[in-house]
């Protein structure tokens, strides 16, 4: 069993930052494919970032657009989310997921994650 806890989200002015953070309990974490994705308000779950168990392969969405970075830390258990230039359109719950894998892989597939945080709301104002 995984649990994850999501944090750092809030309101910030478009072209901010915020850095979101996941803890993982367990001793999974370091075989687990880590993601985040975001649900806004009367759309579905979109794909942000994903990356491999050691860290070393990472993808992101096609909007991110070299403003966000996925990172890790397997000593800590933790997931970061550090996001950059934040615009309006950024707006949404982000939530952190894991994947058991067997292999150093990532994935973007939403239902190759069996492990789901509680969510974080991210606001980005005008």
């Known amino acids: 069993q995984v649990q994850l806890v999501e944090s750092g989200g809030g309101l910030v002015q478009a072209g901010g930052s915020l850095r979101l953070s996941c803890a993982s309990s367990g001793s999974a974490f370091s075989t687990s494919a880590m993601g985040w994705f975001r649900q806004a308000p009367g759309k579905e779950r979109e794909f942000v970032a994903a990356?491999?168990?050691?860290?070393?392969?990472?993808v992101y969405g096609y909007f991110v657009k070299g403003r966000f970075t996925i990172s890790r830390d397997n000593a800590k258990n933790m997931l970061y989310l550090q996001m950059n230039s934040l615009e309006p359109e950024d707006t949404a719950v982000y939530y952190c997921a894991a994947a058991r894998k067997w292999s150093d892989e990532y994935s973007v597939k939403s239902g190759e994650y069996a492990y789901w945080g509680q969510g974080t709301q991210v606001t980005v104002s005008s």
């Open positions: 990356i491999s168990w050691s860290g070393s392969n990472a």
